[in-house]
Each structure stands twice: as structure tokens, then as C-alpha cells.
Antibody
Framework: QVQLQESGPGLVKPSETLSLTCTVS????????WSWIRQPPGQGLEWIGY???????NYNPSLKSRVTMSIDISKDHFSLNLSSVTAADTAVYYC???????????WGQGTLVTVSS | IQLTQSPSFLSASVGDRVTITCRAS??????LAWFQQKPGKAPNLLIY???TLQSGVPSRFSGSGSGTEFTLTITSLQPEDFATYYC?????????FGGGTKVEIK
């Protein structure tokens, strides 16, 4: 059974870049769509975007100018960079896999990133 | 595509039948999922393709609908079902979620 684990700094300063990595175990990143989804404290879920194993991406237009995703098949991990962060980017960030049915059945446990000086 | 869930808050008792509605701002065929989320945990997929029960999910959960109106029904609410429920559309990008329905104990 595939497992996903987010990692990265829990505190980022305003205007800097948030960088997170999702490590996949129990399976390969090949031939799947991998996404980042975030949830501000006490609020709902926001889809950030996806990266396919080929490297193709699709980002939420609301964040597109600040988001970059990358993938490393050899290391079975993928990453999120979100630039020029503000307090509004404070959230729990989840990585998730879209399975063969096309739906998000596998999620990481989430990691809280706080934007503060 | 905007998803509007109702109600946003629901108070119910163990054994109750509960229905949550998700309305899409435009037609999304059956490309809809339902998730359950408990505090401090990641969302858990319950239903996909509007009405298909995810493996391992109890049969008291069911989904229906297509186009713009969808429902999640929980027959005989159990103590472990008190949580927040979200719908998600996968018809078009950007993928979007409903605002959530919190189910609390009456």
C-alpha cells in the first residue's frame, strides 16, 4: 500500500519561498498524477495543482504565478515551491495521489507551514 | 466550478439518517467525490464517481446524483462518523472542493 510523507520547514518568513517534498514509499511515482492540496487552519481545502510522472503540470490559476512543482522518479519523490509567501499561505499542506480510478485515495498526513517573521 | 455544500453544520444523534447536499455551479457529470475528515487528519475518500463506495468504507455511506446536484447519505449515524465532510469535483481544472459540512453530536 502506497504511503506518502510530506517534509520541509514548518516556518517560513514572508516574501520567501516555501519548499516541501513528498516522499512516496510502497510504490513508484511513475504513471501517476501527484498533487498538492492545502488547508488553512479551520478552513476548507484548496487544490494547488498536479505534476505527472512525465513532468507535465497543471496549477490552480489562483496560485499559478507563484507555484512550481517538480518530480524525481529515481528518488520516488516530488516537490512544491511556492514563492513570495504571505500569512495567507499559512496552512496544512497535503500531498496526494490520484489513483487509477481518477480520484484521490492516498494522502500524506499533512504538514503545517506557518508564514511569520 | 464552485461547489456549495448544505448544510454547513449539522447536529445529529447516533442512529440518525443524515443527508448532505453538494451543488455545482455547472454540470460536472458524475465526476464527484466525497471525503470525511477528522481533526488533525488527512481527508479520507468515501465515495467516488458520485456513487461508488471506496473499498473499506462502511455500506451505511452512499452517494447519488449527477450533473449539478449530489447527495451523501449516512444511514444510522455511528459515533465514529462525527467529522467534517467535503465534496470535490474532478470534471475540470482547477479541481475544487465544497466548503464542508461539520456533523456534530446532538
Amino acid at each position: 500500500q502506497v504511503q506518502l510523507q510530506e517534509s520541509g520547514p514548518g516556518l517560513v518568513k514572508p516574501s520567501e519561498t516555501l519548499s516541501l517534498t513528498c516522499t512516496v514509499s510502497g510504490g513508484s511515482v511513475n504513471y501517476y498524477y501527484w498533487s498538492w492540496i492545502r488547508q488553512p487552519p479551520g478552513q476548507g481545502l484548496e487544490w494547488i495543482g498536479y505534476i505527472y510522472s512525465s513532468g507535465s503540470t497543471n496549477y490552480n490559476p489562483s496560485l499559478k504565478s507563484r507555484v512550481t512543482m517538480s518530480i524525481d522518479i529515481s528518488k520516488d519523490h516530488f516537490s512544491l515551491n511556492l514563492s513570495s509567501v504571505t500569512a495567507a499561505d499559512t496552512a496544512v499542506y497535503y500531498c496526494a495521489r490520484r489513483d487509477n480510478s481518477g480520484y484521490y485515495s492516498s494522502w500524506g498526513q499533512g504538514t503545517l507551514v506557518t508564514v511569520s517573521s | 466550478i464552485q461547489l456549495t455544500q448544505s448544510p454547513s453544520f449539522l447536529s445529529a444523534s447516533v442512529g440518525d439518517r443524515v443527508t448532505i447536499t453538494c451543488r455545482a455551479s455547472q454540470g460536472i457529470s458524475s465526476y464527484l467525490a466525497w471525503f470525511q475528515q477528522k481533526p488533525g487528519k488527512a481527508p479520507n475518500l468515501l465515495i467516488y464517481a458520485a456513487s461508488t463506495l471506496q473499498s473499506g468504507v462502511p455500506s451505511r455511506f452512499s452517494g447519488s446524483g449527477s450533473g449539478t446536484e449530489f447527495t451523501l447519505t449516512i444511514t444510522s449515524l455511528q459515533p465514529e462518523d462525527f467529522a467534517t465532510y467535503y465534496c470535490q469535483q474532478l470534471n475540470s481544472y482547477p479541481l475544487t472542493f465544497g466548503g464542508g459540512t461539520k456533523v456534530e453530536i446532538k
